[in-house]
């Protein structure tokens, strides 16, 4: 009954084992000295013009929730074109009233101005 286990086991031994590894690896070969760059909150090789914890504007987080809303919802799309064929008329019409509801979604966000960026 036991033996059901070993590869279990075994499983969670050579995963903790490659985690303390890595991590005691990289603890000895990591740099012991910072350079300026490094300390800089951003490394991309341009200078920040202002501070990193600047304000933004709410438009920005708007648009940000109207795209993950709007992107999941199409998820919904795929498990539908992988059975259109069992769906028939009926999954078409489905699919369209689905995607009638996202436009007039779009529309409404866009009436509101949650579209604009400035």
Request: charged share 15%; glycine share 4%; hydrophobic share 55%.
């Amino acid at each position: 009954m036991l033996s059901a286990y070993v590869p279990i086991a075994l499983f969670i031994a050579v995963a903790t084992g490659f985690a303390v590894f890595t991590l005691v690896f990289t603890s000895l070969i990591h740099p012991s000295k910072y350079n300026k760059v490094k300390l800089e909150p951003y490394e991309c090789g341009i200078e920040p013009t202002t501070d990193a914890r600047d304000r933004y504007s709410i438009r920005y987080y708007l648009v940000a929730m109207l795209f993950v809303i709007f992107d999941v919802e199409t998820v919904f799309m795929f498990p539908w074109a992988v059975i259109f064929d069992k769906l028939a008329l009926f999954g078409l019409i489905e699919m369209l009233v689905f995607i009638f509801i996202l436009v007039v979604g779009y529309y409404y966000a866009w009436q509101k101005g949650a579209l604009e960026w400035a």
